[in-house]
């Protein structure tokens, strides 16, 4: 079961991110979030369901206007990319969890791996920042980095690819 800090810190990424819902299960236990709506839902079991509405109503308000400009890029950002995701012989690496996106250990480093970089399976290809510990993400996968499809410091979601590899 999540502790109150853990959830507290959860609705606070969902909030500063520019995603509209998260949900979070474990068990029984389900954590479903949703922004633009004015509340959030939390679930620990399937009969209960806790409201609660987060900090002041100005956060949430003020969310939908501020990551405007960066949603329609990010929508208008992947379609070239498309075409190159859908080739087989590439292999996406992807988050394993809503995070901030770091390309180096930290600002002063060089990049992890860049285009053109070898990789083996237990390569670290970047750092996902959530909830204040640092994870280390690896390629799983023997190959060449073709692309790094998120910019250093970008929020990213579970599941999003963050680079594509020709594996060898």
């Known amino acids: 079961m999540l502790k109150i800090q853990e959830i507290r810190e959860i609705i606070k990424l969902v909030d500063s991110s520019s995603i509209d819902e998260f949900v979070y299960e474990v068990d029984d236990t389900k954590v479903k979030l949703k922004k633009n709506s004015g509340t959030t839902v939390i679930a620990e079991a399937p009969a209960q369901v806790v409201k609660a509405v987060p900090a002041p109503a100005a956060p949430v308000v003020e969310a939908p206007k501020a990551p405007a400009a960066p949603v329609e890029e990010k929508a208008a950002a992947p379609a070239p990319k498309v075409e190159v995701v859908n080739d087989a012989s590439l292999h996406k690496i992807v988050s394993p969890m809503v995070g901030t996106f770091y ?6 480093s060089p990049a ?6 070898k990789v083996g399976e237990e390569s670290i290809v ?24 998120v910019k250093d410091g970008e929020l990213v979601e579970y599941g999003q690819p963050l ?6």
């Open 103 to 108: 390309q180096s250990p930290n600002p002063e």
């Open 112 to 117: 992890f791996v860049q285009v053109g970089d």
């Open 163 to 168: 680079f594509l590899v020709k594996e060898n």
């Open 126 to 149: 970047c750092i996902v920042e959530a909830m204040k510990l640092f994870n280390e993400i690896e390629a799983e996968v023997k190959g060449e980095i073709v692309e790094v499809l």
